[in-house]
């Protein structure tokens, strides 16, 4: 590090001191906490960005949001040249950079640490970070800390992309790493257009009179809602109503937006009885989750909720038939076509969701809990599908996937033009391009449920049907330490301590259908109970006997 770059960063620095008494912690969300202290952490990300775009020689992103936390909240997360999540390996750096508690100790780090990477500080390279915020009231002058962090690092460029969806970010940074158009246009043309080849190859186009198209979306006050009504514009064959659009309807994320549909089961602010019988959606605030409900006749305020497991149960279905129509054909075609299709789900996906999917002769894995992991696992299938119940996740299509499925579509629009063959090539096609291959996006998922949905002249009622669920319960346990809990097999079973596991199936033995495992917290000092059970009585009693075996051995006497 030269003079130039040391005296740089140490006055910039000297700006933003860290707030006292606190430590912070990367994770799968970033860095999250109240706003009012994430100053010094802001900066300090953006001279992680910096740094990570000099070693990646790629375009960096980094965006201000905290998802579906109250708005007093706020956060920030790196998005890697893939458009994924900042690489595990750098998770130790980041929290090393976000708690150094002067600006002394900030400097030595960075210079201990691209040193180890073999980063130049000496102004020989550029740097580009795309930058974006949400709707928080706070993100602006988070977002102008990020840039001063950017700043510090000579040659880093910080490229402000304005307020956009947690996904749009992500996608922008895949793309341009592509060498592609990344603007919100190119986005929104995107999706649009590839929609519009969904609905053009649907077969059953001349039957569809009664297909309801209307569509009304929870947008939870924030920017997804913002975004859709723009996206809108250019759609074709939905009536979309948008709530809580974030125009002062109400606060982001009280009592709106997905993660309080699907944890809590009930309506959202501004919905109730008048929605009867329409499908509803909701998103969450950033817009990178979405579940579907509906308003049973005669209920006060509760829902009948369609959850992520069921998303991916509907695009593995459609995806599947699509394929099994190409290889239907593909002996007389020049180009074998046959991917590898995979569906990846963590410990907390419904057993029922599990046993469909393995009933429909799909390829089912699990993974611990996480999107890093699902992503990760998901990235090594030719097609794999991955989603969490909570809405969040995404279909990848590989590159060698694309190289084969681009010209058997060519060679069958020159042989079998118009056949069913060549629409599933066009409709595989289409979902690669319409759905995010960088993260889980509430725009164009929806895009694809509703395509999927009108393809198959399904009611939302119908889809809910597929399975059902089975009654579950999650408690927690407090403990002294939850580092004295380890697992394995995609955290479903207890390696230590010795003789948990053992007491833990003798309870599931007790219970028709039974499943339990046990998890420590990333965050916090508490174990996590699952359980699942043929009726609800029994799921409760399952969890609470396993709580309690957590609480006699490892807890400090209060479980919740």
Same mark, same amino acid.
């Given at each position: 590090?030269?003079?130039?770059?040391?005296?740089?960063?140490?006055?910039?620095?000297?700006?933003?001191?860290?707030?006292?008494?606190?430590?912070?912690?990367?994770?799968?969300?970033?860095?999250?906490?109240?706003?009012?202290?994430?100053?010094?952490?802001?900066?300090?990300?953006?001279?992680?960005?910096?740094?990570?775009?000099?070693?990646?020689?790629?375009?960096?992103?980094?965006?201000?949001?905290?998802?579906?936390?109250?708005?007093?909240?706020?956060?920030?997360?790196?998005?890697?040249?893939?458009?994924?999540?900042?690489?595990?390996?750098?998770?130790?750096?980041?929290?090393?950079?976000?708690?150094?508690?002067?600006?002394?100790?900030?400097?030595?780090?960075?210079?201990?640490?691209?040193?180890?990477?073999?980063?130049?500080?000496?102004?020989?390279?550029?740097?580009?970070?795309?930058?974006?915020?949400?709707?928080?009231?706070?993100?602006?002058?988070?977002?102008?800390?990020?840039?001063?962090?950017?700043?510090?690092?000579?040659?880093?460029?910080?490229?402000?992309?304005?307020?956009?969806?947690?996904?749009?970010?992500?996608?922008?940074?895949?793309?341009?790493?592509?060498?592609?158009?990344?603007?919100?246009?190119?986005?929104?043309?995107?999706?649009?257009?590839?929609?519009?080849?969904?609905?053009?190859?649907?077969?059953?186009?001349?039957?569809?009179?009664?297909?309801?198209?209307?569509?009304?979306?929870?947008?939870?006050?924030?920017?997804?809602?913002?975004?859709?009504?723009?996206?809108?514009?250019?759609?074709?064959?939905?009536?979309?109503?948008?709530?809580?659009?974030?125009?002062?309807?109400?606060?982001?994320?009280?009592?709106?937006?997905?993660?309080?549909?699907?944890?809590?089961?009930?309506?959202?602010?501004?919905?109730?009885?008048?929605?009867?019988?329409?499908?509803?959606?909701?998103?969450?605030?950033?817009?990178?989750?979405?579940?579907?409900?509906?308003?049973?006749?005669?209920?006060?305020?509760?829902?009948?909720?369609?959850?992520?497991?069921?998303?991916?149960?509907?695009?593995?279905?459609?995806?599947?038939?699509?394929?099994?129509?190409?290889?239907?054909?593909?002996?007389?075609?020049?180009?074998?076509?046959?991917?590898?299709?995979?569906?990846?789900?963590?410990?907390?996906?419904?057993?029922?969701?599990?046993?469909?999917?393995?009933?429909?002769?799909?390829?089912?894995?699990?993974? =611990?809990? +996480?999107?890093?992991?699902?992503?990760?696992?998901?990235? /090594?299938?030719? *097609?794999?599908? #991955?989603? $969490? !119940?909570?809405?969040?996740?995404?279909?990848?299509?590989?590159?060698?996937?694309?190289?084969?499925?681009?010209?058997?579509?060519?060679?069958?629009?020159?042989?079998?033009?118009?056949?069913?063959?060549?629409?599933?090539?066009?409709?595989?096609?289409?979902?690669?391009?319409?759905?995010?291959?960088?993260?889980?996006?509430?725009?164009?998922?929806?895009?694809?449920?509703?395509?999927?949905?009108?393809?198959?002249?399904?009611?939302?009622?119908?889809?809910?049907?597929?399975?059902?669920?089975?009654?579950?319960?999650?408690?927690?346990?407090?403990?002294?330490?939850?580092?004295?809990?380890?697992?394995?097999?995609?955290?479903?079973?207890?390696?230590?301590?010795?003789?948990?596991?053992?007491?833990?199936?003798?309870?599931?033995?007790?219970? =028709?259908? +039974?499943?339990?495992?046990?998890?420590?917290?990333?965050? /916090?000092?508490? *174990?996590?109970? #699952?359980? $699942? !059970?043929?009726?609800?009585?029994?799921?409760?009693?399952?969890?609470?006997?396993?709580?309690?075996?957590?609480?006699?051995?490892?807890?400090?006497?209060?479980?919740?």
């Amino acid at each position: 590090m030269n003079k130039e770059q040391l005296d740089l960063l140490l006055r910039e620095s000297d700006r933003f001191p860290p707030p006292h008494g606190m430590r912070l912690s990367y994770g799968t969300a970033g860095f999250r906490e109240d706003a009012s202290v994430l100053l010094s952490t802001m900066y300090r990300v953006g001279i992680l960005a910096a740094l990570r775009a000099l070693k990646t020689e790629a375009v960096i992103g980094l965006m201000i949001t905290a998802s579906h936390n109250k708005v007093s909240d706020n956060g920030v997360k790196i998005a890697d040249p893939s458009g994924g999540m900042l690489t595990q390996e750098w998770e130790p750096f980041a929290n090393a950079l976000a708690n150094a508690p002067s600006s002394r100790d900030l400097v030595r780090l960075i210079n201990e640490f691209t040193e180890k990477e073999n980063i130049l500080l000496d102004g020989s390279k550029s740097a580009q970070i795309l930058v974006a915020r949400d709707t928080r009231p706070s993100g602006e002058v988070l977002l102008d800390a990020a840039k001063n962090g950017i700043g510090s690092i000579i040659g880093a460029v910080a490229q402000d992309m304005g307020i956009l969806t947690t996904p749009q970010l992500h996608w922008m940074v895949h793309v341009r790493n592509k060498g592609l158009e990344s603007s919100e246009l190119n986005y929104f043309d995107g999706l649009s257009n590839s929609f519009k080849w969904l609905l053009d190859s649907n077969p059953n186009n001349n039957e569809l009179n009664d297909w309801d198209k209307r569509l009304v979306v929870d947008g939870a006050n924030g920017v997804g809602g913002q975004k859709l009504e723009l996206l809108k514009e250019k759609l074709n064959g939905l009536a979309i109503e948008i709530r809580n659009s974030g125009k002062g309807e109400g606060v982001l994320n009280e009592r709106v937006g997905a993660d309080f549909v699907q944890k809590e089961k009930i309506v959202p602010c501004n919905f109730g009885s008048q929605d009867v019988g329409i499908r509803c959606v909701s998103f969450d605030g950033d817009a990178d989750r979405l579940v579907y409900f509906t308003v049973p006749s005669g209920s006060s305020n509760k829902i009948n909720l369609v959850d992520g497991d069921k998303i991916l149960s509907l695009f593995a279905i459609f995806i599947k038939e699509q394929l099994t129509i190409l290889a239907a054909r593909s002996k007389d075609t020049k180009i074998a076509f046959e991917p590898r299709l995979g569906v990846v789900q963590t410990a907390y996906a419904n057993g029922a969701s599990t046993q469909y999917l393995k009933d429909l002769g799909l390829e089912v894995v699990l993974t =611990p809990t +996480g999107v890093k992991y699902l992503h990760e696992k998901a990235a /090594e299938y030719d *097609i794999g599908i #991955y989603f $969490e !119940a909570n809405g969040h996740g995404t279909v990848l299509f590989s590159d060698y996937c694309i190289s084969l499925l681009q010209p058997s579509y060519l060679e069958l629009s020159n042989v079998f033009a118009g056949s069913e063959p060549h629409k599933a090539a066009l409709r595989l096609l289409a979902i690669s391009k319409l759905i995010n291959q960088a993260v889980g996006d509430a725009l164009s998922g929806l895009l694809l449920v509703e395509a999927i949905l009108r393809h198959k002249n399904w009611s939302i009622h119908k889809w809910s049907e597929l399975y059902q669920d089975l009654p579950s319960r999650q408690l927690k346990v407090k403990v002294v330490d939850r580092t004295a809990v380890e697992t394995s097999n995609a955290e479903t079973k207890v390696v230590k301590p010795p003789g948990l596991q053992e007491a833990i199936d003798l309870e599931i033995a007790k219970y =028709p259908q +039974g499943r339990c495992f046990i998890r420590p917290s990333g965050t /916090e000092d508490v *174990i996590r109970v #699952y359980a $699942e !059970a043929s009726t609800q009585e029994a799921a409760d009693d399952l969890a609470n006997s396993v709580a309690k075996l957590v609480d006699q051995l490892l807890g400090d006497g209060s479980s919740k």
